[in-house]
């Protein structure tokens, strides 16, 4: 009986405590507890970026990432294209969308200081170290200087000088007949009277593609034969052979004091009907983004930036130069295949993309990719880019009979941060009456001229 009764005991002192955890943890609180427990508040998210579209209830946004996104908010009469300003939201942001679903809490204004680089344009991309001097620069240029920055102008016939010192240009590009005939001597004398005319060290641009388009191995008073087509140079050497190639082009480019390629073309093309196949690498997409890996790699050691062209990819579409070319093809494949090259560039610091002016319908059938944001987005959310969108030449055919309203503010309007053009006063003309007009801000202005002359600093053209 005792033993029954220790064993008792025991067994009380093992089940006490859990009966006792058992009764605490069902407990239920009382009205006074419940009420004092904290209700926790959900923060709104903040976003900040500037505004590219306003489009009835909608706004188009990009974002400090550089992303572009769409939102639906009814007071967006309230600001201006151009404009920076911090959203506060909640729910998640999701770019394959069309249109976010999330909610707009509150929209301020971003007050920009020239004290600092304004929170919407640090994006974190291939320039990023150079933002600082790039803004306190940007702070020394007149709205007319920097207008002028954005500008690419094909040399003038007559009266170089004075064209670029009243828009105050951002480049020149040289053709054939700026070369024709010139010795190296004579062509170095020429663009370094260019630029000691130049307030901002200009970019000074050729098409040295090799095979059909050469600007400057054409004239063998610069080179004793003209560069081979990158498809000859591959099939007879692979990318080594290319890779070796573009460093003595660069470095001849260099020699002469032309510092921007407007090469490689990396479109993908394998029909030799294709319009563009004399100018491609001739290869698949794989092999093709392989090619801008290379000449992008290549070029990093050189004061020559080379551009990767035509976004989004010509495929077997026909020449703009003489009219319209309107790509039928899905979304879905140009992904999958000819924007991989771009993107393979993009992720090895390209610093240059150049935009065509065909129509890819799956994109926006109404503008030319050069002048359509949905286009640009495509590079700057789908390729992460962060570098220099520049059109195609502004003055072909294509975009003269195809478009409406001025096309270099069109083009302002679609993300692009320079223009390739030989009309440089109307452009100019036009920018300034669009801002006067009330149809972009200077802010507008502002943001693409800083992303210029921070692509200058990272190439050092200009000193700290």
């Given at each position: 009986m005792k033993k029954v009764f220790i064993l008792i005991i025991i067994a009380i002192i093992i089940i006490c405590p859990f009966v006792i955890y058992g009764i605490k943890f069902y407990h239920k609180p009382t009205f006074k507890e419940k009420t004092s427990v904290k209700k926790v508040v959900k923060k709104d998210k903040e976003l900040y970026g500037i505004v590219y579209k306003k489009e009835n209830n909608l706004i188009?946004?990009?974002?400090?990432?550089?992303?572009?996104?769409?939102?639906n908010y009814n007071d967006n009469g309230n600001f201006k294209i151009g404009q920076n300003i911090n959203i506060k939201y909640q729910g998640n942001i999701?770019?394959?969308?069309?249109?976010?679903?999330?909610?707009?809490?509150?929209?301020?204004?971003?007050?920009?200081?020239?004290?600092?680089?304004?929170?919407?344009?640090?994006?974190?991309?291939?320039?990023?170290?150079n933002y600082d001097k790039a803004y306190q620069k940007l702070q020394q240029?007149?709205?007319?200087?920097?207008i002028g920055q954005l500008l690419l102008v094909r040399v003038p016939e007559a009266g170089q000088i004075s064209a670029l010192t009243n828009y105050f240009l951002g480049g020149y590009?040289?053709?054939?007949?700026?070369?024709?005939?010139?010795?190296?001597?004579?062509?170095?004398?020429?663009?370094?009277?260019?630029?000691?005319?130049?307030?901002?060290?200009?970019?000074?641009?050729?098409?040295?593609?090799?095979?059909?388009?050469?600007?400057?191995s054409n004239n063998p008073n610069l080179r004793s034969s003209k560069f081979s087509s990158p498809r000859t140079i591959y099939q007879n050497g692979g990318l080594e052979a290319i890779k070796n190639n573009n460093i003595e082009m660069n470095n001849l480019l260099s020699s002469l004091k032309v510092n921007l390629n407007l090469a490689p073309v990396v479109d993908v093309s394998t029909n030799p009907n294709d319009f563009i196949y004399s100018r491609s690498l001739g290869e698949d997409a794989n092999i093709t983004s392989e090619y801008a890996k290379t000449i992008?790699?290549?070029?990093?050691?050189?004061?020559?930036?080379?551009?990767?062209?035509?976004?989004?990819?010509?495929?077997?579409?026909?020449?703009?130069?003489?009219?319209?070319?309107?790509?039928?093809?899905?979304?879905?494949?140009?992904?999958?295949?000819?924007?991989?090259?771009?993107?393979?560039?993009?992720?090895?610091?390209?610093?240059?993309?150049?935009?065509?002016?065909?129509i890819i319908k799956a994109v926006d059938e109404n503008n030319p990719a050069?002048?359509?944001?949905?286009?640009?987005?495509?590079?700057?959310?789908?390729?992460?880019?962060?570098?220099?969108?520049?059109?195609?030449?502004?003055?072909?055919?294509?975009?003269?009979?195809?478009?409406?309203?001025?096309?270099?503010?069109?083009?302002?309007?679609?993300?692009?941060?320079?223009?390739?053009?030989?009309?440089?006063?109307?452009?100019?003309?036009?920018?300034?009456?669009?801002?006067?007009?009330?149809?972009?801000?200077e802010d507008l202005i502002n943001y693409h001229t800083f992303k210029v002359l921070a692509w200058k600093y990272y190439k050092n053209m200009i000193e700290a």
């Open positions: 188009t946004i990009k974002s400090a990432d550089g992303s572009f996104f769409t939102i999701d770019y394959s969308l069309n249109v976010q679903d999330i909610k707009i809490t509150k929209i301020d204004n971003l007050e920009i200081t020239p004290e600092k680089v304004p929170l919407s344009w640090q994006d974190n991309k291939v320039f990023s170290d240029l007149s709205l007319d200087e920097k590009i040289l053709f054939g007949r700026d070369t024709k005939n010139e010795t190296k001597t004579s062509l170095i004398n020429k663009i370094e009277k260019y630029q000691a005319n130049s307030k901002i060290p200009m970019l000074i641009a050729v098409d040295e593609e090799g095979g059909t388009v050469v600007r400057i992008i790699a290549s070029s990093k050691a050189s004061s020559v930036s080379n551009v990767l062209k035509h976004f989004p990819g010509y495929g077997n579409n026909k020449d703009t130069h003489t009219g319209m070319a309107i790509d039928e093809r899905p979304l879905d494949e140009l992904k999958a295949n000819d924007l991989l090259p771009f993107k393979a560039g993009a992720e090895n610091g390209a610093e240059a993309i150049m935009v065509s002016h065909n050069s002048l359509s944001l949905r286009v640009h987005q495509l590079a700057r959310n789908d390729l992460a880019f962060g570098g220099i969108l520049m059109t195609d030449d502004l003055d072909m055919d294509a975009i003269k009979k195809y478009t409406s309203g001025s096309t270099i503010v069109n083009a302002l309007l679609a993300d692009n941060d320079m223009f390739i053009l030989s009309n440089c006063a109307d452009a100019f003309t036009q920018i300034k009456q669009a801002i006067n007009d009330g149809v972009i801000s």
